[in-house]
Structure formats: C-alpha cells, structure tokens
C-alpha cells in the first residue's frame, strides 16, 4: 500500500461507506437513471442494454410506469418528483406522496432538475424513504455519504450523459471520473439514450411536440434516432469499459444498506 492509499485509509476509517469509496483504485460504482417522463418503450431499450451488460441500475420514476412495476432484482425504483411545478394548494407533499403510491416499494429519492433542500429533505424522511441522490458533483473526486438532519442519507453524483452533452463536450469515455477516489455514481436519461442524441439541443427538437411525453408514439420517434456516434452508442462503450474494469456494480439501496446483491 503506497502511502497516499494509507492516508486515504486513515481518513475514511470511521466512515461506513468507505468500502464505495474507490481508494485504493476504481473498484465500485453505481448506473442510476432519471426517467423523465420516458414512454416505456425507451425505458424497456434502455433496460435491455444493462440487461446484456448484467450491469445492475437504479431508475427514479417520475409518473407511472407498468414497465417498472415489473422490473428484476437487478433494478432498483425510486422516485423523481418535480418541485418545479408544486401543487397550488398543497405545494411539495402532493408530487412525493402520489409517486410513492405508485411505487411503494421505493426507498430513494432524487428530485428533478435537482430541487431539493430542507422541507423536501423532510417530506422524504416522513414518506419513510431513507435516502435522496439530489446533488451533482459534477466529476468531483471524493464524493462521500453522509446522514442530514432527518435521517436521510445523502448521495451525491458525479457524471451524467446530459450534462456531458449540454456542455458540448466530446462523447470520450475519459470524461466519466474513474481514475479518483471517491464515490462513483453517474446517470444516464432513457430518451437520450433512445434517440442517441449527440447533443441535447437534437432531444429538444424532437421533444418539444409532446406535451405528455409519455404518449410519444413509438411509430414516430424512431424513425427520429440519430445514426452516428451519440449517447446511447457511448453507453454501451462505457458499460463495456466499466466491466473490463472488474468493478463492482451496485444498486444504490445496497450501498445504502452496505451489502451487495
């Protein structure tokens, strides 16, 4: 053990997590998705890629969803509300509580567009989930666990596909953060990865004629699928690398509950 892995090891001695912490050389990761409103046909794609992969994900659903009431032990369900529009009345609890009647089974949260703080914070812990995954790190090294004040764990992340190619960044697998310590979770989104949109400005422009996204029919977005090199592409070379690599894949409630499926 070099002496830099031995103070990252004395650092982190009393932390429970540490085993997720990639100190010693990447070893651990977790796939997460936001569903944004995907009809299920992208999502079921989306699915079957990690299927092949046997790569495990958690998706957090934002309406519902039969496809992801059926899904295996390999994927995790957990809930995307979007603050952005509460209710009139009732504000934010409405948007956790109807999504957590659909998925009841859910333990994680991760708001859309990232609107989280401290009412939402507590309206999960009283919904009875144990954690939220509210906040990017955007390819920050040593990302960390931690318990807020209501209990909840805390789980930031640290790369997704959107972000990637909203800052017109070249699809080049060393953009995802595996070379430093630190909690690995990235995120991918079911219709970037089905249309294998090459920048989010080519999702925009075929999204924006569906006010229900969810209703898009198949018929006539995939005709619209881009065919050159683009997320959905990138994916299945980053799942490749990932799984040369030898590290473990996780759901995010097994990382929570430090045990591996």
């Keep these: 053990m070099t002496d830099v892995s031995a103070r990252f090891d004395g650092l982190f001695a009393a932390d429970p997590f540490a085993e997720f912490y990639n100190l010693n050389g990447f070893s651990s990761y977790a796939m997460t998705a936001d569903i944004d409103w995907a009809p299920d046909y992208a999502v079921a794609d989306m ?38 529009r509460p209710h009139p009345k009732d504000g934010f609890r409405p948007k956790l509580l109807e999504l957590k009647d659909m998925f009841p089974d859910a333990v994680g949260v991760r708001s859309h567009r990232n609107f989280f703080g401290q009412n939402t914070a507590h309206l999960a812990a009283e919904a009875g989930l144990r954690y939220d995954s509210s906040v990017l790190l955007w390819r920050q090294p040593f990302c960390q666990i931690y318990q807020d004040q209501w209990g909840l764990y805390r789980l930031p992340y640290c790369w997704e596909d959107g972000i990637q190619a909203d800052m017109r960044l070249p699809w080049t697998l060393d953009i995802v953060p595996t070379t430093t310590p630190g909690l690995k979770i990235f995120n991918i989104h079911p219709i970037f990865i089905y249309l294998n ?62 045990k591996q499926r």
């Design 197 to 258: 949109c090459p920048n989010d400005d080519y999702r925009r422009a075929i999204v924006k004629d569906y006010k229900d996204l969810t209703q898009a029919p198949r018929a006539a977005i995939e005709p619209q699928r881009f065919d050159g090199y683009g997320a959905r592409r990138f994916l299945v070379d980053l799942l490749t690398e990932l799984k040369a690599t030898g590290a473990q894949d996780h759901r995010i409630v097994d990382i929570i509950t430090n």
């Design 47 to 84: 699915l079957e890629i990690f299927s092949e992969f046997g790569v495990k994900i958690t998706c957090y659903a934002t309406h519902r969803s039969t496809l992801l009431r059926g899904t295996t032990p390999e994927v995790e369900v957990g809930l995307h509300p979007d603050y952005t």
